[in-house]
Antibody, heavy 118, light 109 residues
C-alpha cells in the first residue's frame, strides 16, 4: 500500500528555516516524483516544487525558487523540503504528494503544520 | 502563467441535489485538468484526472467534463460525505508547473 508519512509539526521564528520530511513506502521510491504543496489556513493549495527522485532533478515555482530546497535520500526512501527566510506568511500546512497511474498527485502525505511566530 | 478561477466560491445544497462546479482557465489548457476533494483536517484526494477520468474508488456520481478554458465537475446526487472543498488543477508543460484554483466549498444547506 502506497504511503507517504510526513514529519511532525514545527514552530519556527521569523528568518529561520524549516525542513520537512516525507517518508515513502509501498512503491519504488527511486522511480517516483515527489511534489510539495503549501496551504495556508483557509487558502488555496500552492505548488512549491518537485523532485524527480531517480535523478535528483528539481523544479520550483517562481514564487518559492529563491527560498526552497528539495532533496531526497534513496537509502531511507525519504524526500525533504527545506524553506528558508520564514515569515508569518509561511504559517501553513505543507504536503508532499507522489504521482501514480493517474496524475502527478495520486498520493498525499498527511501534511505538516509549520507555525512561524516570534 | 495560467490562472484557474473556480465558481461559485460556495455552493449551498441539500443531500440528493446535483452540484455543478466550474473551473475557468485564463487561456486554453491541455487535457491535464484534475479535480481534488479536501475535507477539513485532511489532505486532498484525487477525484478526476485528464478532465473526465475517475480515479480508483471514486463513485460514479462524480463526473468531469469540459475543454479549452471551461471545465466542470458534477456530483449527480450529493451524499453526506461529499460536503467538502473542491479544487481544480492544471499542469503547464513550459515552464513545468502546477496551478490550483481557489476552491469551491460545497456546504449543507
Amino acid at each position: 500500500q502506497m504511503q507517504l508519512v510526513q514529519s511532525g509539526p514545527e514552530v519556527k521564528k521569523p528568518g529561520t528555516s524549516v525542513k520537512v520530511s516525507c517518508k515513502a513506502s509501498g512503491f519504488t521510491f527511486s522511480s517516483s516524483e515527489i511534489q510539495w504543496v503549501r496551504q495556508a489556513r483557509g487558502q488555496r493549495l500552492e505548488w512549491m516544487g518537485w523532485i524527480v527522485v531517480g535523478s535528483g532533478t528539481t523544479n520550483f515555482a517562481q514564487k518559492f525558487q529563491e527560498r526552497v530546497t528539495i532533496t531526497r535520500d534513496l537509502a531511507t526512501s525519504t524526500a525533504y523540503m527545506e524553506l528558508s527566510s520564514l515569515t508569518s506568511e509561511d504559517t501553513a500546512v505543507f504536503y508532499c504528494a507522489a504521482g501514480g497511474s493517474y496524475s502527478d498527485f495520486d498520493y498525499w502525505g498527511q501534511g505538516t503544520l509549520v507555525t512561524v511566530s516570534s | 502563467e495560467i490562472v484557474l478561477t473556480q465558481s461559485p466560491a460556495t455552493l449551498s445544497l441539500s443531500p440528493g441535489e446535483r452540484a455543478t462546479l466550474s473551473c475557468r482557465a485564463s487561456q486554453s489548457v491541455s487535457a491535464y485538468l484534475a479535480w481534488f476533494q479536501q475535507k477539513p483536517g485532511q489532505a486532498p484526494r484525487l477525484l478526476i484526472y485528464d478532465v473526465s477520468n475517475r480515479a480508483t474508488g471514486i463513485p460514479a456520481r462524480f463526473s468531469g467534463s469540459g475543454s479549452g478554458t471551461d471545465f466542470t465537475l458534477t456530483i449527480s446526487s450529493l451524499e453526506p460525505e461529499d460536503f467538502a472543498v473542491y479544487y481544480c488543477q492544471h499542469r503547464s508543460t513550459w515552464p513545468l508547473s502546477w496551478t490550483f484554483g481557489q476552491g469551491t466549498k460545497v456546504e449543507i444547506k
